[in-house]
Nanobody, 121 residues
C-alpha cells in the first residue's frame, strides 16, 4: 500500500525559504506524478504544483509560479518542494498526494497529516 509523508514545514519570515519533502513508500511503482496541495485556515485545499515522474515535467499554479520549484530524488522516492520568497499568504498546511495512470489521486481522500508552513510579515 502506498504511503506518503510530508515534512519540512516551519516558521519563517516573509522573504525566506523552506524546503518541503514528500517521501513515498510501499506501492511506489503506481505513481505517475506527485501533486502538492495547500490548505490555508478557513479555505479549501488547492493545488500548488505537480511533477511528472516520466519526464520530470513540472507545473505550478497560482501565485507560486516563479517562487516554488519541484525536484525529486528517485533513489529516495522523495519529492522536494523548494519554496522561496515566501509571503504571509503562503501560510497553510501543505499536503502531497500521488497521481496514478488514470489521472486520479492514488490516496483519494486519505490525506496525510501534512506539514505546517507559517510565514510572518
Amino acid at each position: 500500500q502506498l504511503q506518503l509523508v510530508e515534512s519540512g514545514g516551519g516558521f519563517v519570515q516573509a522573504g525566506g525559504s523552506l524546503r518541503l519533502s514528500c517521501a513515498a513508500s510501499g506501492s511506489t511503482d503506481s505513481i505517475v506524478a506527485i501533486a502538492w496541495y495547500r490548505q490555508a485556515p478557513g479555505k479549501n485545499r488547492v493545488l500548488v504544483a505537480t511533477i511528472n515522474f516520466s519526464n520530470d515535467r513540472t507545473n505550478y499554479y497560482g501565485s507560486v509560479k516563479g517562487r516554488f520549484a519541484l525536484s525529486r530524488d528517485s533513489a529516495k522516492n522523495t519529492v522536494y518542494l523548494q519554496m522561496s520568497s515566501l509571503e504571509p499568504e503562503d501560510t497553510a498546511v501543505y499536503y502531497c498526494n500521488a497521481v496514478g495512470a488514470d489521472g486520479r489521486l492514488l490516496l483519494g481522500d486519505r490525506w496525510g497529516r501534512g506539514t505546517q508552513v507559517t510565514v510572518s510579515s
